[in-house]
């Protein structure tokens, strides 16, 4: 079983404990991360690579604390920084289910060097296992979630993958042509997993999905159906594409769909 993490950061309890970024930002601060993410001294700094410089331009929120978390994907150890403090440092039942049916569907997916992108991608396990399964992911999410999202990223990427996820900015609705013009970006998938709760940003989220997806994008879709106002979603969504349930999760009540825009 391969490990992609630092020695101090190899499994030995599903949880480890609060714990904080700081020695992290520390030595980002200084210029200096170790191609497996750990800090160095200031005269190491010369071996990082060019390619890294899209993992290191965000900063982890400094949370009171971060739990460790473990899971297991694509014959991975996966550990997650995670914090109860922002549903966007959580992750969600949603994620594991994605995670799960990528695993398990690589090959029909065609994932090696497919171009994905992430769509709320929090602490990043989706974008994560996607990478390791061979795919060129995108992951994206609020200002405030990248810093925690490149760590984890940086951490459980490095050395293991074929290629390393970019980390960007996407706040639904906004600048999607100015950020992600159509003639420059397309994507083979576009991944989303419980990006639909609670929240007042449905109709801006459902623009997102619609603009991101262009002729031969498939979107995966995986929730946790919680209120009436996610099965609103669901028949708003069933309107703009063709839509099929992949996968059920009874003990999550997640559902899992796969969506093509619908072009007529």
């Not at 604390?65 to 996966?78: M, P």
């Not at 602490?123 to 609020?142: E, R, W």
């Not at 669901?234 to 969506?259: C, I, M, N, R, Y």
Request: hydrophobic residues 35%; contains cysteine.
């Amino acid at each position: 079983m391969d490990v992609c993490l630092s020695s101090e950061q190899q499994p030995g309890h599903l949880n480890e404990g609060p714990s904080t970024p700081d020695g992290w930002l520390e030595a980002k601060e200084e210029g200096v991360l170790h191609e497996d993410g750990t800090g160095g001294s200031p005269g190491e700094s010369n071996k990082i690579e060019p390619s890294l410089q899209s993992l290191q331009k965000f900063v982890p929120t400094d949370y009171a604390s971060y739990t460790q978390e473990h899971y297991l994907f694509a014959g991975k150890k996966i550990v997650i920084q995670e914090s109860i403090e922002s549903y966007g440092a959580v992750v969600w039942p949603g994620a594991t289910a994605l995670c799960q049916y990528l695993e398990e569907h690589t090959e029909e997916l065609n994932l090696q060097d497919a171009k994905i992108l992430e769509i709320g991608a929090g602490p990043g396990l989706v974008s994560i296992v996607a990478s390791i399964l061979g795919a060129q992911v995108t992951a994206t999410d609020l200002p405030d979630v990248l810093g925690n999202l490149q760590y984890n990223l940086l951490k459980n990427t490095l050395k293991c993958t074929a290629h390393l996820p970019e980390v960007k900015e996407l706040v639904w609705g906004e600048g999607l042509e100015q950020n992600f013009p159509k003639s420059s970006f397309y994507y083979d998938y576009v991944l989303a997993s419980d990006v639909v709760y609670h929240h007042y940003f449905l109709d801006k989220l459902l623009t997102t999905m619609v603009y991101l997806c262009q002729p031969g994008t498939v979107l995966l879709w995986a929730n946790k159906f919680r209120f009436s106002t996610d099965y609103e979603f669901l028949d708003k969504f069933k309107q703009v594409f063709d839509t099929t349930l992949l996968a059920e999760f009874p003990e999550a009540s997640v559902k899992l769909f796969k969506g093509t825009l619908r072009w007529d």
